[in-house]
């Protein structure tokens, strides 16, 4: 599509172009801004100034009053023209995020942007809430606020803009920590899969990103239907079928959220649960089960996680009785318990399952340091 059909299509008219002054004050703005706020990922900020400084700039109208477009794969961000340059906000810190996440292919082609693959057009609503998250914590320090979006209460720290995908996201980083997700967003690196893989299965994570991009599609239609319902001169019939229509896509939205929490909380759990050895293992996976409290989207009459937790406390129970027998938990393969001592069979199966961790971490470390490699 030409830039002008483009425009048109985004609602931007009235376009100029911006001078060296304040796209030299936008650049540095934002690479000041995104080396001060993460300071683990060892950004250059003047390779950043300069590369932003490279991006063509415009104001514009907007039909939709949105503070700026980035338009990918044209080199183009357009600013509202009501937006005061001097003080960028989340929104218009978002969309030059996104410039700096386009990853071309050794034909120049665009492929990736962060988390979003866009051969395969999977990963666009994790990748938005990434992106949400990055530019709210360069905007300010994180500020978390109590919300409610249909019908479920729960603590975001982005309440205006993909709070239903960010909350989520940051269920997703409670077990890989933030870095990855970061450094993935801006590099289009395969860290964060690798760590959230590791931290569940890769079901899982293929899963929790075709559900996000569901969640993402339903919640644009309900925006087009209560848009609708607003300007809407129907009879009462036509307006009540609008509002059938808008309740469904509410139920669906509910309903798909709480499906993606529920498979991060059984996925990540069991496989921290597999891992635990010892008492400290213990103390740590039950402070974790109260830390998570705090991440939890919240419908009414919701019981998944209180159920979850009372069956982990039963399982944990059965741990601390092999550390208290053995010393440690020892999971003996049926087929040798049966013909082996229990002390040897102790022995030897520690043994085993010490060299295995030892191996398991060496692998998992070099796969994370070579992830760095592969933007």
Do not use: W
Request: proline residues 2%; negative net charge.
């Amino acid at each position: 599509m030409g830039i002008g059909l483009l425009l048109k299509k985004e609602g931007i008219s009235n376009v100029r172009k911006l001078d060296t002054m304040n796209i030299n004050k936008i650049a540095s703005f934002i690479s000041e801004k995104i080396c001060q706020s993460f300071p683990e990922l060892h950004l250059s900020q003047s390779e950043l100034f300069i590369q932003i400084s490279r991006l063509d700039m415009f104001i514009a109208s907007m039909d939709d009053n949105a503070s700026a477009k980035y338009v990918y794969g044209k080199n183009a961000i357009y600013f509202n023209e009501k937006l005061d340059l001097n003080k960028m906000d989340i929104a218009a810190i978002h969309e030059c995020i996104h410039y700096l996440q386009e990853f071309k292919d050794e034909k120049g082609n665009l492929v990736k942007l962060g988390l979003y693959d866009l051969n395969s057009t999977t990963g666009l609503a994790l990748n938005e809430a990434a992106v949400q998250l990055i530019a709210c914590r360069m905007a300010r320090e994180p500020m978390f606020d109590n919300v409610t979006y249909y019908g479920m209460s729960f603590v975001s720290e982005s309440p205006e803009f993909y709070p239903l995908e960010c909350a989520l996201v940051s269920q997703m980083t409670f077990f890989t920590g933030d870095e990855a997700l970061y450094f993935s967003t801006l590099y289009s690196s395969p860290m964060f899969e690798r760590a959230f893989t590791s931290n569940s299965t890769p079901d899982t994570f293929y899963e929790v990103e075709m559900d996000l991009d569901k969640l993402l599609h339903l919640e644009n239609e309900l925006s087009k239907l209560s848009h609708k319902l607003q300007i809407s001169e129907a009879s009462g019939e036509k307006s009540k079928l609008l509002q059938r229509q808008i309740e469904g896509k509410k139920k669906n939205i509910t309903s798909i959220c709480l499906k993606i929490q529920n498979m991060i909380i059984e996925n990540c759990f069991k496989k921290r649960f597999v891992k635990i050895d010892t008492f400290d293992d213990i103390r740590e996976f039950e402070e974790e089960l109260v830390e998570f409290r705090k991440y939890l989207i919240l419908p009414e009459n919701y019981s998944f996680y209180d159920d979850f937790c009372k069956k982990m406390m039963d399982d944990i129970s059965f741990k601390k009785n092999q550390i208290v027998k053995y010393g440690r938990v020892v999971d003996i393969p049926k087929e040798y318990g049966e013909f082996l001592p229990m002390e040897i069979s102790v022995k030897k199966m520690s043994k085993v399952r010490e060299i295995i961790c030892t191996l398991k971490e060496f692998i998992f470390g070099r796969a994370l340091l070579g992830a760095t490699f592969f933007f």
